[in-house]
């Protein structure tokens, strides 16, 4: 079976992971700052998705913690697929921050390989094929309404909080221009 008609059985939020790393480098991140801005989105969008269904509610102390990150002064918004991302200059480049601390590219790295384990290499090249499809502009007002029309399915609702669906490859497939 091509991998353009392959199956992946996973759940969605290393998907969106993967696809907001992809969409950030090719709209002018490195790779290792892309990484940590798609683990930051992601967590960002399961987050609110949770405060919605009830699974979380806003707490004093992550109100606190905010407070915190923002009294640091180093950190900078980077707005991406329609979140601002909180993110700090390090030596080595960007990197986002979630819960007041930096996120590691290889701990990222990890988590995608152990969530998409021999098919990672074969959904990043077809994330990337699809981002590099479109000019940075409109792939950077389009990301999130590609995202949701290849994101594996699952059921609506609490029934669906971290479930696992089918990430169909041939759904990544670039639009046709006319």
Do not use: C
Request: aromatic share 4%; no cysteine; glycine share 8%.
């Amino acid at each position: 079976m091509s991998a353009s008609h392959r199956k992946v059985t996973i759940n969605r939020a290393p998907v969106l992971t993967l696809w907001a790393a992809v969409v950030a480098e090719r709209l002018g991140l490195d790779r290792d700052e892309a990484l940590t801005m798609g683990k930051a989105l992601s967590g960002l969008t399961a987050h609110a998705k949770g405060v919605r269904l009830g699974i979380y509610e806003p707490t004093p102390e992550t109100v606190s913690d905010k407070r915190k990150t923002l009294q640091q002064g180093e950190e900078i918004p980077i707005d991406l697929m329609g979140r601002s991302i909180p993110a700090v200059h390090t030596k080595d480049g960007l990197r986002a921050v979630s819960r007041g601390k930096q996120i590691k590219p290889a701990a990222v790295d990890r988590y995608l390989a152990s969530k998409f384990g021999d098919d990672l290499d074969d959904v990043r090249q077809a994330m990337t094929v699809l981002a590099e499809s479109l000019p940075a502009t409109e792939l950077a007002r389009r990301a999130f309404g590609l995202y949701e029309g290849f994101r594996p399915e699952v059921k609506a609702g609490t029934a669906g909080w971290g479930a696992e669906g089918e990430l169909d490859l041939a759904k990544l497939a670039p639009p046709h221009r006319s």
